[in-house]
């Protein structure tokens, strides 16, 4: 079974709006952690932002911020006013037992003018 | 700062063939990772290691080795490659409790 679910594999926004990227995971351990990281086409991965599953309010980082829903294990991306540069393939991963970490299949976000 | 680095950034390889990806870390972590990139699957973890000497089976260790001698490197061995192997590689290091894996920037493998 699938451990971090990104459904959305293609994501369009206009320029200045704001978008959500959709992850869900799936955990026992009550000790884990979120993490959000950006591939642009040149195909580094940038860290974005993290959130603890003890954290009690939602991680932001500027622009990024992480809608974290602990019941609902979701731990949503929220990017505020999209800029062109953001274009690029957004990654979810979990950090869980024996400090695992793995990642989701991903959501490309494209952003028009 | 040097922070992760992969050695090779490109390879191609003939099937059957081995060879050994390397990961150096300065950061002084103590858990690295080996990962695998392939369009629409995200990134896959094989092989992870929490210390020196350590190493545990990810989601797709079938084919590959690993290797923790040092701290700061992490090896991964291909000892008969497949086409199926054909991929990007990333390695990432973080330390016990830290909220950021780092990355280095990738070794693309192709098996013909």
């Known amino acids: 079974a699938q451990k971090i679910t990104q459904t959305q594999p293609g994501m369009f926004v206009q320029e200045k709006e704001a978008v959500t990227l959709d992850c869900t995971y799936d955990?026992?351990?009550?000790?884990?952690?979120l993490f959000w990281y950006k591939q642009p086409s040149s195909g580094e991965m940038i860290f974005l932002i993290y959130?603890?599953?003890?954290?009690?309010q939602n991680a932001t980082e500027g622009r990024y911020s992480l809608n974290f829903q602990k019941a609902r294990k979701s731990a949503n991306l929220v990017i505020s006013a999209s800029q062109l540069g953001d274009s690029a393939m957004y990654f979810c991963?979990?950090?869980?037992?024996?400090?695992?970490?793995?990642f989701g299949t991903g959501t490309r976000l494209q952003v028009f003018p | 700062n040097a922070g992760v680095t992969q050695t090779p950034k490109f390879r191609v390889l003939k099937t059957g063939q081995s060879m050994t990806l390397l990961c150096a870390q300065d950061?002084?972590?103590?858990?690295m990772y080996w990962y695998r990139q392939d369009p629409g699957m995200g990134l896959r973890l094989i092989h992870y290691?929490?210390?020196?000497?350590?190493?545990a089976k990810g989601e797709v260790p079938d084919g590959y080795n690993v290797s923790r001698l040092k701290k700061q490197n992490f090896l991964l061995g291909l000892e008969s490659a497949a086409p199926s192997q054909t991929s990007v590689y990333f390695c990432?290091?973080?330390?016990?409790?830290?909220?950021?894996?780092?990355f280095g920037q990738g070794t693309r493998l192709t098996v013909v």
């Open positions: 950061m002084n972590h103590e858990y």
């Open positions: 959130q603890g599953s003890y954290d009690q």
């Open positions: 991963a979990m950090r869980e037992e024996a400090d695992k970490l793995i």
């Open positions: 990432a290091s973080r330390n016990g409790g830290a909220t950021e894996a780092f």
């Open positions: 955990t026992s351990d009550p000790s884990y952690g």
């Open positions: 290691s929490v210390g020196e000497g350590t190493t």
